[in-house]
């Protein structure tokens, strides 16, 4: 029992022990955070103030710039003021005077008007004194005198007059040609042409059957979805695919390529190959189209609009590429308008969308300038666009650059190689020529020469005079370009001679 008391008092005095122990050492961790927590909230407050004196610090030196820069912002703007009040004064001065010469001008312009009514009153009436003198009207008068001076002074009258025409034609030939030239020089574009049917390569005669099919049944498929007519003959190696429409004839060859490379030719492998043959189609016309704008240096088409021209790679005139042509035709335009003055954008751009109409005209009714007008102005161009797109076929355009895209359409038409013609329009331009000049009776002898160039014309001495001959070419080049459809320009040289042989025996 003792023992089990002595037990419990020395636990007892074992926990108290240990409770002292637990709170001295509660006591110094307190004391050491404590000392920790003062020491951080010095370093705390020791930079924050730091920062404060830095932030005052950045803070004079900005209010500072902000004060420099205000002052030399007054600085200049009260120079400028002064230059602006100094400007005004000399305005005012200039005005001033600009008013007191206006009104000495109104002044001297009416003072001039009265003269002018004054001298005209004076040259009536010595016009109705001169008329009663010599009992004539004043045309009458006018007439005779135009008569008398056209019979006594015809070959020098003609001879003056050519001499006028040939000095300000060289003159205009000599800067024309300086721009022309200019123009071709800097541009050059390689020549393709197209024809109304394509050749499609084949491995073997037995493809054609295949082709053909049953009873004929691929071929009347393909040419249905197609458009196209082909044409399998005898020619070894060869299948024919003819169409006015290029586009047509495009798909019908890609189609009839992928149909022998897949070998397996049947009415629904024709149909899946003519829309796949669609859609390559329409990438390389936008892709075209892209290109074209890119190369003449022009842009603010809507997409479509330049869908639209890339068509053009595939439409042909005389077989000269007509996407070729456009851009040729913009570019030598903005070579032209840059040496006249005038707007290079505005030619380029007409020049580009000249011939669009001919992208659809196989599809919509009317001449291409009219289709191309509708389109321009169904995409809102300018007027200043859509004038060298209608009008750039007319005798006079309405305005500098569309006379300009003629010009320019003219010169790519007719540079020689660009465009093919048959012999027979040939033969037939060359008759067409000979007959207007023929048709005159004071005409003997006509000759188209230099390949439709120029017409050399003989006229008959004794019924027509030095200048009558003149009025007489003119007429000619008045009917041929009216009557005729030709590019670049005709020649027509008149001759005139009188032959008088003696002989002395």
Not at 62 to 90: G, P, Y
Not at 310 to 320: C, N
Not at 373 to 385: D, T, Y
């Amino acid at each position: 029992m003792l023992e089990v008391l002595l037990t419990a008092i020395g636990l007892a005095v074992g926990a108290f022990l240990g409770f002292l122990y637990n709170k001295k050492q509660s006591e110094n961790s307190l004391d050491s955070a404590e000392q920790k927590s003062k020491k951080l909230l010095e370093e705390a407050k020791n930079k924050s103030q730091s920062m404060i004196f830095e932030a005052q610090e950045k803070s004079v030196k900005i209010l500072n710039d902000a004060k420099n820069e205000i002052t030399e912002e007054k600085k200049s703007l009260k120079t400028e003021k002064e230059s602006f009040q100094k400007r005004e004064i000399v305005f005012d001065e200039k005005l001033l005077s600009l008013e007191d010469k206006q009104s000495k001008l109104s002044t001297e312009k009416e003072s001039l008007e009265k003269e002018k009514v004054k001298i005209t009153e004076l040259i009536n009436e010595q016009s109705k004194k001169l008329q009663e003198v010599a009992g004539l009207t004043k045309d009458d008068a006018k007439s005779l005198l135009m008569k008398t001076i056209e019979t006594e002074f015809a070959p020098d009258i003609a001879k003056r007059i050519r001499e006028v025409q040939k000095l300000g034609v060289e003159d205009y030939e000599k800067e024309s040609k300086k721009i022309l030239m200019l123009a071709m020089q800097r541009f050059s574009i390689p020549l393709a042409n197209d024809i109304t049917t394509t050749n499609v390569q084949i491995p073997n005669d037995e493809m054609k059957g295949r082709i053909i099919g049953k009873e004929g049944r691929n071929i009347k498929i393909f040419e249905q979805i197609t458009g196209v007519e082909l044409i399998v003959d005898d020619t070894p190696g060869v299948i024919i695919i003819s169409s006015f429409n290029p586009i047509r004839r495009h798909i019908a060859k890609k189609t009839l390529d992928m149909l022998i490379t897949d070998g397996r030719i049947q009415p629904a492998r024709i149909e899946e190959f003519v829309e796949r043959s669609k859609e390559e189609l329409a990438l390389d016309i936008k892709k075209a189209g892209e290109e074209a704008v890119a190369e003449v240096g022009v842009g603010g088409f809507d997409s479509k609009l330049v869908q639209i021209l890339g068509r053009l790679k595939y439409r042909t005139s005389y077989g000269q590429n007509i996407l070729n042509h456009s851009i040729e035709v913009a570019i030598i335009s903005g070579l032209i308008a840059a040496e006249v003055g005038a707007d290079v954008a505005v030619a380029r751009k007409g020049g580009l969308l000249h011939d669009i109409g001919k992208a659809v005209d196989f599809e919509v009714q009317g001449t291409h300038p009219e289709i191309g007008r509708n389109i321009a102005i169904k995409f809102g161009l300018p007027e200043s666009i859509i004038a060298p797109i209608a009008y750039h076929h007319d005798d006079i355009p309405p305005t500098l650059e569309a006379t300009i895209v003629k010009i320019a359409d003219a010169i790519s038409g007719s540079r020689p190689g660009s465009r093919k013609d048959s012999i027979e329009n040939y033969v037939q331009r060359l008759n067409d020529l000979e007959n207007i000049a023929t048709r005159n009776e004071r005409v003997t002898k006509a000759y188209a020469i230099s390949a439709g160039r120029e017409l050399r014309i003989f006229a008959n001495s004794d019924l027509t005079s030095d200048l009558e001959a003149l009025n007489l070419a003119k007429k000619i080049a008045n009917d041929v370009e009216n009557e005729l459809k030709y590019p670049g320009e005709i020649k027509i040289t008149m001759i005139r001679e009188k032959r008088i042989v003696e002989y002395a025996k």
